[in-house]
């Protein structure tokens, strides 16, 4: 009788990924598909072209021309700091705290900030409505299942305020362009640049803000949603570039890069997270509920690619919270004694 392995010997999926099947090898049925898969050089090359283009024809007339959603992780560091030197766009830099932003990655923010000279603005809700947001994400089956394939429900929450919140700003200020950190792990090719099409969105959305809503009531629509008033004043939506997927540096690369100008890796965080301490406790909330992380999918794709290592993915995956961490968390979150046992049954 041959047993399932528990990862995929090439990348780093669990046997309990949705839809996942081995060989007789041990390797996944995702490492096998994307060895017949064309590759994705050709769209990315021509989202750089547009991505050129876009800049130098929009750059230069609003008070900024990007707003940069700046949480201080390695990614959006490396992010900003290409969209200024390389580039030469001005940047505002924005940034969500979920009260968990680690105080070392504040003091990335403003470090690499004063650095490049970027004006950066903090968001912080308040607690009485993001507390119960958090809690709510973590309890509740809000979200598809196959969006928390490659997302943790609480990340979703937080990114979701962030995009609602970057795209609030830029309408308000008429600002061009949204950048992002993402990674082609955890976007698609087609994502890389796009004209932001809020009122499809809002649709697409609109099942779990029902369920938001039922839980938190209408101060949803404050945080996720863009009020018609600013709409109808609105001329044009700007373009969403996540600049990470041309740029493609290694995840060394990045390290290096960054460090020249002044950021330093937070200790206070998992081994997933470079700014974020509640984001151990999301994997550990997804890992219960589905038995495997949140990252895999992104780390797998990153492995493919070459850009980091097996080993690096797994060391990050291993760097998990303490159980001491996670418990004075829910006790901050108000995790009743029932909540927390009722986790991932
Ligand atoms: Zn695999």
Redesign the pocket.
């Known amino acids: 009788m041959t047993t399932s392995p528990e990862r ?1 010997c ?2 780093v ?1 669990s046997s309990s990924f949705p839809t996942i099947a081995f060989d007789e090898n041990g ?2 049925s ?2 096998r598909d994307e060895m017949h898969m064309p590759t994705e050089a050709a769209t990315i090359e021509r989202a750089q072209e547009r991505i050129v283009e876009l800049f130098e024809s929009e750059r230069g007339q609003a008070e900024y021309d990007a707003i940069m959603c700046y949480s201080g992780g390695k990614d959006s560091t490396y992010t900003l700091m290409t969209a200024v030197k390389k580039y030469n766009l001005k940047v505002l830099a924005f940034t969500l705290d979920n009260g968990f932003t680690s105080p070392a990655a504040f003091e990335n923010i403003r470090r690499i900030c004063d650095e490049l000279g970027v004006d950066q603005i903090t968001f912080a809700p308040s607690a009485k409505f993001f507390k119960p947001l958090i809690k709510v994400s973590a309890l509740e089956e809000v979200y598809s299942p196959k969006t928390l394939v490659r997302i943790s429900a609480i990340c979703n929450s937080c990114i979701s305020v962030v995009n609602n919140s970057a795209l609030k700003l830029a309408l308000e200020k008429e600002v061009p362009f949204i950048l992002a950190g993402f990674t082609l792990g955890q976007i698609p090719a087609n994502g890389i640049v796009y004209k932001n099409n809020y009122h499809f969105f809002r649709e697409s959305r609109e099942v779990y803000l029902e369920r938001l809503r039922d839980s938190l009531g209408h101060a949803v629509d404050d945080y996720f949603c863009i009020k018609d008033s600013l709409l109808n004043k609105t001329k044009a939506f700007p373009y969403n570039v996540n600049l990470l997927c041309v740029e493609d540096p290694t995840e060394a690369e990045m390290f290096q890069v960054i460090a020249q100008i002044g950021w330093v890796s937070p200790r206070d965080v998992d081994g997933c997270s470079s700014n974020c301490r509640l984001n151990g406790f999301n994997n550990f909330i997804h890992q219960k509920n589905f038995r495997y992380s949140p990252y895999e999918l992104e780390l ?1 794709h990153l492995i493919r690619k070459g850009k980091i290592t097996r080993e690096e993915a797994l060391q990050k995956l291993s760097d998990t919270l303490q159980p001491e961490v996670i418990t004075a968390i829910m006790k901050e979150l108000a995790f009743s004694e029932e909540e927390i046992k009722a986790i991932g049954r």
């Open positions: 995929c090439k990348c999926l390797v996944c995702f490492c797998s």
